[in-house]
């Protein structure tokens, strides 16, 4: 069937449909003579499991496990029962404060419930450390604590990676490192169009499109060996593609640039170092980059493949 039939009977978008497509969570066949997608009626029934999923908050990345190994479905969905039951510990605590600040400002008009702040600040620091158990506390604490561009920016490219709780003192520090570090650096300058496109993404967008960005990173995250020497063909090819490109000279340079201007202001030293406590996906991640550098003798400045 066509994608309006199937639009119709999931109730989703098409921009949905397709990105489940672009997710490898549906794989429809295609028509040879127009190449339109065909999709069956068993593309229909994962689409409607998906939406239920999605509705219920599941990660993209743990329905696409289900939808791969129907035997881990219990495991996954106790998982995200935890997660609710979490966050309905966090409402409750919120909900507390909140009501602490409507008394007080009932009580006192003028002050607007400044007179109990204190106690509802405790309140609210509860529900903070019950959000650090969690494995998505420092994704989305970062658009908190850098709202507007850049916080999306780094929650996109780096939250792809933050699927770890603040579990224990070295990452609690690790953390406030790299806080501290992103608080205190000169504004990047992320190209224009990319700002644009940034800004107008919401907040789930965001979640969405790195939870895609992480899953085209899992070939990078402790791969097997037949899959690293697939990698290492691929970059094989990317490397001579890209010395046959007319701009390669020009694109090199601006990337040496942008390395050598983050190198000054300690984004490897600090920034880097600091993702690597907080998470082993990223070190496992940064170990293949390495690997396939000296394989390949492939140095990424010298190729205009810059990877942070």
Known sequence: MKIKDVMKQTGLTRKAIYYYEE????APSTDPENQYRIYSSDDVERLRYIRTLRRLGMPIRDIKTILQ???QATLLLRKQLARIEAESSELALCRQA???????AEQSPKDGGRSRIREADLLAGAVEQERR???DYMRRRLMDLFPGTMGKFMALHFGAFLQEPLSDSDKESAWERLVGYVDSME???????????IDRMS???IEEAAAVYRESLQRYISPTEAEYE?????MRAQVEQFKKWPLNQEQTALTRQLKERLDRAGFYRVFVEQMRTLSADYRNYLETLERLQRDLNVRYDDHGMLTI
Do not use: M, N, T, W
């Open 23 to 26: 997710a490898g969570l549906i």
């Open 69 to 71: 190994y129907p035997d």
């Open 98 to 104: 909140i009501s602490v600040l409507i008394e007080a």
């Open 133 to 135: 158990r969690r494995d």
């Open 187 to 197: 504004q990047f300058d992320i190209p224009s169009q990319l700002a644009e496109h």
């Open 203 to 205: 907040e789930e967008e």
């Open 230 to 234: 697939e990698l290492k063909e691929e």
